[in-house]
């Protein structure tokens, strides 16, 4: 049973950093991709960090070069750093873990709100 849990959203001044975790447990986590994703108020979600299973990452425009993703395969767990936080940055943020070619599935986390106040 996989199941992913995030931790670290919470209230953030503008311009202020946050990290974001998500830990994982099951045996997928060293064959998959991982991703985090944003869901702003009203908005649908997107996806603003991704990390290949060989450790390329790629992130959304908005987020370039202000948001970090990065692993620690022992411990199973993906991290986001969110720098130089704007207001639109605010939202519910998901951990996904998948790879369509390994498993039928995607693996999501419950969310955790970040709140940033300008």
């Known amino acids: 049973q996989v199941q992913l849990v995030e931790s670290g959203g919470g209230l953030v001044q503008a311009g202020g950093p946050l990290r974001l975790s998500c830990a994982a447990s099951?045996?997928?986590?060293?064959?998959?991709?991982m991703a985090w994703y944003h869901q702003a108020p009203g908005k649908q979600r997107a996806s603003v960090a991704q990390m290949t299973y060989c450790g390329n990452t790629t992130y959304a425009a908005s987020v370039e070069r202000r948001f970090t993703i990065s692993r620690d395969k022992g411990k199973k767990m993906v991290f986001l750093q969110m720098n130089s936080l704007k207001s639109e940055d605010t939202g519910v943020y998901y951990c996904?873990?998948?790879?369509?070619?390994?498993?039928?599935?995607?693996?999501w986390g419950q969310g955790t709100q970040v709140t940033v106040s300008s």
């Open positions: 996904k873990l998948f790879n369509d070619r390994v498993y039928s599935t995607a693996y």
């Open positions: 099951g045996s997928i986590f060293s064959v998959s991709h």
